[in-house]
């Protein structure tokens, strides 16, 4: 079993930036694509990025492509996104999820694709 604690969520004006962190405990990290989905009021939960479990590749959704960027620590079992350029519609809770399969990716995730899940952390872009 792993255990996935996301951080780093906040109140930042629009085309600021903040850096989400999901720490890893338990087993099962470093072998997994790791992402980002997020959940707007109202709204499924979507996809937002990907990293492998090497980190050599990453995914995104078209939505922050050029804004966001995923990156791993795996000595650390941590997983980070590097959001910038926000937008209003950026505004959702953020969840860090591990992929179902291990040493795998896909071309395009969805939320489904992930069997474990964090609690999320709430981004609220506002002025």
């Known amino acids: 079993q792993v255990q996935l604690v996301e951080s780093g969520g906040g109140l930042v004006q629009p085309g600021g930036s903040l850096r989400l962190s999901c720490a890893a405990s338990?087993?099962?990290?470093?072998?997994?694509?790791m992402a980002w989905c997020r959940q707007a009021p109202g709204k499924e939960r979507e996809f937002v990025a990907a990293i492998s479990w090497a980190a050599d590749t990453t995914t995104y959704a078209d939505s922050v492509k050029g804004r966001f960027t995923i990156s791993r620590d795996n000595t650390k079992d941590t997983l980070y996104l590097h959001m910038n350029s926000l937008k209003d519609e950026d505004t959702a809770v953020y969840y860090c999820?591990?992929?179902?399969?291990?040493?795998?990716?896909?071309?395009?995730?969805?939320?489904?694709?992930?069997?474990?899940w964090g609690q999320g952390t709430q981004v609220t872009v506002s002025s």
């Open positions: 999820a591990r992929y179902k399969r291990t040493y795998a990716t896909k071309n395009m995730y969805q939320p489904p694709d992930f069997g474990s």
């Open positions: 338990g087993r099962g990290f470093s072998s997994y694509t």
